[in-house]
């Protein structure tokens, strides 16, 4: 899977757009971008994923670069509840059992 | 609908013991996977399930370490004669399938595990 570049840490006012990017300068054409979250002491949480599209679902947005070098996961309106770590993982979906491999992540801190 | 739950929350027990961790998957999830974390690090694979069987063993870290899983559902992951460094939460997950679309991983709540 290629390796993924996130900042270590971000802070956002509660109520506002946290915008968490991610570079993944060596993506491949079959890999997908997935975001999953971890608060603290919980298990991770599957929060969105895309190929080339842009994705929203109900709890993020996903905007992808056109030439899929980065991405941007969006929190429309982030809440003191959304503090965690924010993980951006580049894997292939045709690789049956393919395990998850997290890297550093972002420490997101929304503050009132 | 019903997550991914597992047992027990917390498991203390003594150097030597042996251990299980039950997983429950989503009902209808065919692939399940176990993961281990230690305090402050990330996800660490152990070995996944499709159906029953475990195509893959290759994260177990020791032959003390073995998992099952029975009826396409329930797995359970033994740790036998535990020592202090599998000290970590043990987190499980499932996926509708394990490639291709309905892949993504949804994880259970984990079990902390701590040897003394």
């Known amino acids: 899977d290629a390796k993924t570049t996130q900042p270590t840490s971000m802070d956002c006012a509660e109520g506002r757009a946290a915008n968490l990017p991610c570079n993944h300068s060596?993506?491949?054409?079959?890999?997908?971008v997935y975001w999953y979250r971890q608060i603290h002491s919980q298990g991770p949480q599957y929060i969105i994923h895309?190929?080339?599209n842009n994705e929203t679902n109900e709890m993020a947005s996903l905007i992808i670069t056109e030439d899929r070098k980065s991405s941007t996961l969006i929190l429309p309106h982030a809440t003191l509840r959304d503090t965690a770590v924010y993980y951006c993982?580049?894997?292939?979906?045709?690789?049956?059992?393919?395990?998850?491999?997290f890297g550093g992540g972002t420490r997101l801190m929304v503050k009132p | 609908g019903a997550g991914v739950s597992q047992s027990p929350s917390n498991k203390v027990t003594e150097k030597g013991k042996d251990v299980e961790l039950r997983c429950d998957p989503i009902?209808?999830?065919?692939?399940l996977y176990w993961y281990r974390q230690s305090l402050g690090q990330g996800l660490e694979f152990l070995i996944y399930?499709?159906?029953?069987?475990?195509?893959?063993k290759s994260g177990l870290p020791s032959d003390r370490f073995s998992a099952e899983r029975t009826g396409g559902s329930v797995s359970t992951l033994t740790i036998q004669r535990t020592q202090q460094e599998d000290s970590a939460v043990y987190l499980c997950?499932?996926?509708?399938?394990?490639?291709?679309?309905?892949?993504?991983?949804?994880f259970g709540p984990g079990t902390r595990l701590t040897v003394l």
């Open positions: 009902s209808g999830h065919t692939a």
């Open positions: 895309g190929l080339k």
């Open positions: 060596t993506i491949s054409g079959n890999e997908y």
């Open positions: 997950a499932s996926s509708l399938v394990t490639s291709g679309r309905g892949n993504e991983q949804f």
């Open positions: 399930f499709q159906g029953n069987s475990a195509p893959d």
């Open positions: 993982i580049v894997r292939s979906n045709n690789n049956a059992g393919n395990m998850l491999t």
